[in-house]
Each structure stands twice: as structure tokens, then as C-alpha cells.
């Protein structure tokens, strides 16, 4: 930067107003300030408007995603696929297993209710028959020939509401969660549609007989006989006649008509791994083998 010597009024000689010395000095002092002014404002840097920074931006907490902790770790839309637990392949793993519908989905909807965890279960994707008077439900289940324990494969499409039954169940471990399915809910609306009739031993049930029996024809077929309290005997849907005689059969009827028994259950027991949960279903049959443990992983609604 140059240096330029500005020559104060009081260092000038005393000279009169509007002289031509007078005049002169004027102009050289002009002259002066002006090259004073330009040097300077060209080396510094250029002044500009940079607005009202006082406004800035908002500051603001962080975003943090919730800690989830107990129960409210199983929370969630969770979608599962099954396996076939009787058919294997060459290395004894378990093959795919679908639903009638040709679906393998398997569905979980869990939520809290204050401290207890309760929500549904789908299995498959189908839409569920309507049921019928005299028909056995669903249609074209074989529920074989002998009069035993009658616990159906889950009626594919029908959300079964899960109850919380930790207390009774869990070994207690803080990753793991019991609930269960009403095994009939399935037969809610097939079981009223049935009749009422007066057994033997003082009970009701659908059918009314003093015994039944059931045999494999020579082509396969099964054939099922009803024996009537006057001697004679009545053939019978093999089906029907399990759903209606069968041990824990999914009706209880009284004189009044039949409702379905929802007293016993299918427990499903759950463990939080890895961020997903497997599911162990202990007493729920397909195709008269117990269900696979499934593997969910939690989805969008």
C-alpha cells in the first residue's frame, strides 16, 4: 500500500479564501484523498451484504429411535413361511410345507395391552368355507377312522386371537414369550348349525347312536357306520362322525344346542433372536404332523 502524507490545514501558510494559491492547494489535497481512498479500498477485500445470520438454523434435539425393553420387544407385524415337518430332502432338512391354498405365510399381529401381550395369528392366505348343517368342516379334511383326539390343522385364513399365557408357561428366560390359540375357534360358526341330539349315556351330540365303527373299503374309500338305538345301523360321513363323536370333539351341546368348546388350546412359544422370532407351535398338527417352528421377521403394516 502506498503511503500518501495528507497536509493538515494548520501545516499549510495562512492565505486568503478564493485566492489562486488558495484554489491550488484545494485541488492537490483533493487529489490526494481520492488516491488515498482508491488504494486502499483496493487491497482490502470487497464489502457485501451477507443478510441477518442472527435467524440461523432452528436448533434442535436429535432424533432417537426408542429403546424397546420386556414385552414391548415382541410388538409388531411379523411374517413367517412354513416348513413341512414330516417331508425331508436328501440332507433330512425340512422341505417347504403350503396351505391348501398353496400359500406358506404365517402371520403375526402383537401388541400390548397395558403389561399383557395379546394379538392374532393367520395361518395361509385363503379365504375360510362357508360352514354347513350335516357337512364336515372344513371341506375335504380327512380326519381318519378311529374316534380319537380331534385337533385340526388351523383353518387357513382365520385370524386366531392369541392370549398371553406367559405366567404358566415360560421357563422365565427375559427373550421369551407363551401364547395360545383356542384350538376351534375355527368351528364358531360351523358348530351351532349343528343338531342337538340325545346320546346314549345322557349327553348331546350332533349325531345320536349307541356306537359307530369304520372300515377301509377294497378301493380305499373309508366307510363309517352309525349302530341305532332300535338295532338297525346308518351309514355316516366318517368326517362328520369325528367331528361329532370324537374325543374333545369341537362342539359341546347340551339341550339347548351345540357351541363350540373353547376350552382347550395351542400354545405357540416364541424367542427373540437376532432380531426376529422363532416360533415353536408344540401342538399344532398339518396333515396330522406337528407344524415346523417358523422363523418371523418383523414387516410394515
Not at 404358566?168 to 375357534?185: C, I, K, N, Q, W
Not at 357306520?225 to 366318517?238: K, M, N, R
Given at each position: 500500500?502506498?503511503?500518501?502524507?495528507?497536509?493538515?490545514?494548520?501545516?499549510?501558510?495562512?492565505?486568503?479564501?478564493?485566492?489562486?494559491?488558495?484554489?491550488?492547494?484545494?485541488?492537490?489535497?483533493?487529489?490526494?484523498?481520492?488516491?488515498?481512498?482508491?488504494?486502499?479500498?483496493?487491497?482490502?477485500?470487497?464489502l457485501r451484504n451477507v443478510?441477518?445470520?442472527?435467524?440461523?438454523?432452528?436448533?434442535?434435539?436429535?432424533?432417537?429411535?426408542?429403546?424397546?425393553?420386556?414385552?414391548?420387544?415382541?410388538?409388531?407385524?411379523?411374517?413367517?413361511?412354513?416348513?413341512?415337518?414330516?417331508?425331508?430332502?436328501?440332507?433330512?432338512?425340512?422341505?417347504?410345507?403350503?396351505?391348501?391354498?398353496?400359500?406358506?405365510?404365517?402371520?403375526?399381529?402383537?401388541?400390548?395391552?397395558?403389561?399383557?401381550?395379546?394379538?392374532?395369528?393367520?395361518?395361509?392366505?385363503?379365504?375360510?368355507?362357508?360352514?354347513?348343517?350335516?357337512?364336515?368342516?372344513?371341506?375335504?379334511?380327512?380326519?381318519?377312522?378311529?374316534?380319537?383326539?380331534?385337533?385340526?390343522?388351523?383353518?387357513?385364513?382365520?385370524?386366531?386371537?392369541?392370549?398371553?399365557?406367559?405366567?404358566?408357561?415360560?421357563?422365565?428366560?427375559?427373550?421369551?414369550?407363551?401364547?395360545?390359540?383356542?384350538?376351534?375357534?375355527?368351528?364358531?360358526?360351523?358348530?351351532?348349525?349343528?343338531?342337538?341330539?340325545?346320546?346314549?349315556?345322557?349327553?348331546?351330540?350332533?349325531?345320536?347312536?349307541?356306537?359307530?365303527?369304520?372300515?377301509?373299503?377294497a378301493d380305499g374309500s373309508?366307510?363309517?357306520?352309525?349302530?341305532?338305538?332300535?338295532?338297525?345301523?346308518?351309514?355316516?360321513?366318517?368326517?362328520?362322525?369325528?367331528?361329532?363323536?370324537?374325543?374333545?370333539?369341537?362342539?359341546?351341546?347340551?339341550?339347548?344346542?351345540?357351541?363350540?368348546?373353547?376350552?382347550?388350546?395351542?400354545?405357540?412359544?416364541?424367542?427373540?433372536?437376532?432380531?426376529?422370532?422363532?416360533?415353536?407351535?408344540?401342538?399344532?398338527?398339518?396333515?396330522?404332523?406337528?407344524?415346523?417352528?417358523?422363523?418371523?421377521?418383523?414387516?410394515?403394516?
Open positions: 500500500m502506498r503511503v500518501v502524507q495528507i497536509l493538515h490545514p494548520w501545516t499549510l501558510p495562512a492565505m486568503k479564501d478564493n485566492t489562486p494559491c488558495t484554489m491550488t492547494w484545494r485541488l492537490v489535497l483533493g487529489a490526494l484523498l481520492a488516491a488515498s481512498s482508491s488504494a486502499c479500498s483496493g487491497d482490502g477485500l470487497p443478510g441477518n445470520t442472527s435467524d440461523g438454523l432452528e436448533v434442535t434435539s436429535p432424533v432417537t429411535t426408542p429403546v424397546l425393553i420386556g414385552n414391548a420387544r415382541f410388538e409388531g407385524h411379523w411374517l413367517g413361511q412354513t416348513r413341512d415337518p414330516l417331508i425331508r430332502d436328501a440332507q433330512q432338512r425340512p422341505m417347504d410345507y403350503a396351505f391348501p391354498s398353496g400359500s406358506r405365510q404365517v402371520v403375526l399381529e402383537l401388541a400390548l395391552q397395558g403389561d399383557v401381550l395379546e394379538g392374532s395369528i393367520t395361518f395361509g392366505s385363503g379365504v375360510p368355507s362357508e360352514p354347513e348343517a350335516g357337512v364336515s368342516y372344513p371341506p375335504g379334511v380327512n380326519y381318519g377312522l378311529s374316534l380319537s383326539v380331534v385337533n385340526p390343522s388351523p383353518i387357513e385364513g382365520l385370524a386366531y386371537p392369541l392370549t398371553d399365557v406367559n405366567t404358566e408357561s415360560s421357563t422365565g428366560a427375559p427373550d421369551e414369550m407363551v401364547l395360545s390359540y383356542p384350538r376351534f375357534a375355527g368351528f364358531a360358526d360351523w358348530c351351532p348349525l349343528q343338531p342337538a341330539l340325545p346320546r346314549s349315556d345322557g349327553g348331546y351330540a350332533c349325531v345320536s347312536a349307541d356306537g359307530a365303527a369304520g372300515a377301509l373299503a373309508r366307510q363309517c357306520t352309525l349302530f341305532l338305538a332300535d338295532g338297525s345301523q346308518q351309514p355316516i360321513d366318517c368326517d362328520y362322525l369325528s367331528l361329532c363323536l370324537g374325543f374333545s370333539a369341537p362342539c359341546a351341546c347340551d339341550a339347548d344346542g351345540c357351541a363350540v368348546d373353547g376350552s382347550l388350546s395351542n400354545r405357540v412359544f416364541l424367542q427373540l433372536i437376532d432380531g426376529e422370532i422363532a416360533a415353536t407351535f408344540s401342538e399344532t398338527v398339518v396333515d396330522a404332523g406337528r407344524l415346523g417352528d417358523i422363523r418371523f421377521q418383523r414387516a410394515a403394516n
